[in-house]
Each structure stands twice: as C-alpha cells, then as structure tokens.
C-alpha cells in the first residue's frame, strides 16, 4: 500500500469510529443542529465562530447563555435596542455583549440586503474567486453594518470579533464557520451555501497544526493562511470535492490535547493516525 493510501485509509477510519452525536453534545457546532430556519443558523453559526476561542466547554457555555438572551429567533428576535439591553452582562474573553449584539445586527442587516449571509458570500466569491478576498470582504461587510471596529469603543473585543483575512493568519474561526455552511449535509455540517466545499481550508489550531505536522501535511511553523492552505492541499489529495471533511473527527480525537510530537509509547497508546504518524513511520 503507498504512503498516500495508508494516510487516506488512516484517516477514513477516523472518521467512521468518530461517534458524531456524541461529539456534537459538546461541540459549538451542535447548537446549530437545534435550528431549522437557515438563517437563524447562519447567524447562530456566526455567534458561535466568533466566540470560539479557549477551553470547548466554556464556550459552549457562553453560547448557550448569549442565545436564550438573543431569543428563539436569532434572525428576528428583539430589535437593536432591546438586543443590546438583552445582551448586558455577557462575557467571554475580551468579548462583551455589546459585541454579541453588533455582530448579530451588522449579520442581520447584510441578511436583509442580500436575502442571506450566504447569497452575500457568493457575491463575493463570485467576483474575487478568491477565497481570502471574499472572506475579507464578507467580514467587512458584517463589521461595517454592526459598527464593531475598536476605534468606536476602544476597546479590541469589537475588532477581534471577526478575524482579518488579508493579515495573513489561518483565521480559523472563520474557517470553522465556512465549514459549517458549506459543506455538504452530513449531520455535521450543513451545506446550505450555495459555494463548492473544494475551496475550504481547515480552521487550523495549535492542535490541528501540530497534528498536521505529524502527518506530514505542513512542515511550516507558523499558524498562518499560507499553513492552512499547504495543509487543505494536502488533504485534497484524498478528496479534492471536500478536503475539510476530515476536520471534525480529527478535531474530536481525544488525544490531541496529550500529542507529544515525538515517539512516545505511553502517550501515543490509543492515537487514532499512529500507523501514519511521522514519528511511528
Ligand atoms: S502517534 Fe503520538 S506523536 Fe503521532 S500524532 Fe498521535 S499522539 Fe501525536
């Protein structure tokens, strides 16, 4: 068997024996499952993203907390003013609830402009076909209608909020929200985006990063765009249609927590791609 077809049947099986519904009970990603109107999902996912930064649980917390205070119906519920009245007293990080309600307004109004986040990002798309071009575009468009730029409260929360694509980070809070939108339904993701799951990049943490390293898919040091790309192309080797449907299994592992990024028979015991691990080959 070559090294590419160990690495793909490696990471099929990793896939087949992640039990999804039992991840999604404490992934971000699951609230969405709860949400049958698209747009409702569309700006549940955007809160979600936005705040996925630290410890799962924590944020998973967070969000269940910002979502009773934003209402049933995220994409109508409350106006402006009794959402940022609603919203007084959330916190996560350098996140405030004011931050919560601009961005879930600034989403709102780009929802009535273009009929959907969605139709908006395909705009985009469809005039750059450049993925880091529409994203940055896309976040512009949501940050100017919500007003979350830093220099109006001076504070970063607002700012920080949407990652910036043309800084050249692996932005993976974004990607973890284009994954979900974009691919295809699978009792994971949602594809309701009319955009192909080819162009997508992992949303690459510090331990997808160094997961990916092991791998071989990256020998790059930096969690950066230019990392995200090498490791998505990596990946379309095995599946060129939807190089990011590994992300949610590999990210659900368990042992990237404890990956010691060298041989180490006790902490090793157990991992999922050892077979095809760097340091095991
Ligand atoms: S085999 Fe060990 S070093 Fe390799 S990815 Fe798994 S835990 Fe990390």
């Known amino acids: 068997m070559s090294k590419n077809d160990s690495i793909k049947k490696t990471l099929d099986d990793v896939r087949r024996r992640c039990d999804v519904e039992a991840r999604l009970r404490v992934d971000p990603g699951g609230v969405l499952h709860r949400y049958d109107d698209p747009l409702d999902r569309e700006i549940v996912g955007l809160v979600a993203a936005c705040i996925a930064f630290g410890n799962v649980k924590t944020i998973r917390s967070k969000l269940e907390d910002a979502l009773v205070r934003i209402g049933p119906r995220p994409a109508e519920s409350c106006g402006p003013a009794?959402?940022?009245?609603?919203?007084?007293?959330?916190?996560?990080?350098?996140?405030?609830?004011?931050?919560?309600?601009?961005?879930?307004?600034?989403?709102?109004?780009?929802?009535?402009?273009?009929?959907?986040?969605?139709?908006?990002?395909?705009?985009?798309?469809?005039?750059?076909?450049?993925?880091?071009?529409?994203?940055?575009?896309?976040?512009?468009?949501?940050?100017?209608?919500?007003?979350?730029?830093?220099?109006?409260?001076?504070?970063?929360?607002?700012?920080?909020?949407?990652?910036?694509?043309?800084?050249?980070?692996?932005?993976?809070?974004?990607?973890?929200?284009?994954?979900?939108?974009?691919?295809?339904?699978?009792?994971?993701?949602?594809?309701?985006?009319?955009?192909?799951?080819?162009?997508?990049?992992?949303?690459?943490?510090?331990h997808i990063h160094k997961l990916s390293r092991n791998l071989g898919f990256t020998r790059r040091h930096d969690l950066s765009w230019k990392t995200a790309e090498e490791i998505a192309a990596a990946l379309a080797v095995f599946d060129p249609k939807d190089p990011a449907k590994y992300d949610f299994a590999l990210c659900h592992m368990g042992m990237l927590q404890r990956c010691p990024s060298r041989r180490d028979a006790a902490r090793c015991e157990g991992c999922g791609v050892q077979p095809v691990c760097v340091h095991w080959r």
């Open 82 to 206: 009794a959402l940022i009245k609603r919203m007084r007293g959330w916190k996560h990080r350098v996140f405030l609830g004011e931050d919560i309600a601009k961005l879930v307004i600034g989403a709102r109004l780009v929802q009535a402009r273009h009929g959907s986040l969605g139709a908006r990002f395909k705009i985009d798309w469809d005039e750059t076909q450049n993925l880091k071009e529409s994203l940055a575009r896309f976040v512009d468009a949501i940050r100017d209608a919500g007003k979350l730029h830093a220099l109006v409260s001076g504070r970063r929360g607002p700012a920080h909020l949407l990652g910036d694509p043309r800084a050249g980070s692996a932005c993976k809070r974004l990607m973890l929200y284009l994954r979900w939108m974009v691919r295809p339904a699978d009792g994971i993701d949602f594809g309701q985006w009319p955009i192909s799951p080819s162009i997508l990049l992992l949303p690459v943490d510090t």
